[in-house]
Structure formats: C-alpha cells, structure tokens
C-alpha cells in the first residue's frame, strides 16, 4: 500500500476476507447468497456449530449480537475459545475430526466424502 500510495480501506481489513468467505461456502454448498449476513442463514448457523465443536459449547444458547461489519457474533467464554484455537494445534480433540473421512457431521451437513474430490478447477 505504502509504495502504491495508496490509503487503507474498508477492502484491505480481515472483514473483506471474513465475507469472502462466508460467500464461497453457500456457493459451495449451491445456497442462496441473499442475506447471507442474517442470523439464521445456513452460512452463519454453519459457522456457529463448527464454533460450538471447538468450544464444546452448545451455539443455539450463545448470546449473539451484531460485529461492526454486520454480521452475527456469539459470545462465548475467553477459556473456550482458548480451548478451541489448541484445537488447531491438535485436531485429533475435535469429534469431526477424528472421525473417518467418509462419516458425515450430523449438525453441518457435510457434503458426500466423493464431492470432496472435485476437480479444484470449479471450486
């Protein structure tokens, strides 16, 4: 940016990339990209139950409010989002993980392990 002199924008913050991403999961999973913000659309309630297996919390309980970007943010207790970024460090703690790649995650929704093995060209 310094050397294109260019000023930071709202495109250069991690909500940019937050957004993009929440849009390449409903393309994905052929969902509706229309208020893909909203509380109760797949792309966020999707978000919530992978949060809710890294914390080990339920997210239908979580109090929620609005982040800046509007979008839904969950409170959830600082030691469980401790917990859940060692689950990075360690998968094998998370139950999906752990599980056999061909199982299916009962809350998520998890694609056919055969639609994992799409060509990269049209994702």
């Known amino acids: 940016m310094i050397s294109a002199d260019e000023r930071p924008a709202p495109i250069h913050h991690n909500c940019s990339g937050k957004h993009a991403g929440m849009l390449t999961t409903c393309c994905f999973f052929d969902e509706d990209t229309c208020g893909y913000s909203a509380y109760d659309h797949p792309a966020q ?42 689950c990075f460090a360690d998968p094998t703690r998370i139950e999906w993980a752990a599980a056999p790649r061909d199982q299916t995650h009962p809350r998520r929704g998890r694609r056919a392990p055969e639609d994992d093995r799409r060509d990269e060209a049209t994702v």
């Open 45 to 86: 309630r999707r978000w919530f139950d992978v949060l809710g297996d890294l914390t080990g919390l339920d997210p239908t309980v979580r109090p929620h409010g609005v982040d800046g970007c509007g979008v839904p943010v969950l409170a959830w207790p600082l030691e469980r989002l401790a917990y859940a970024f060692a």
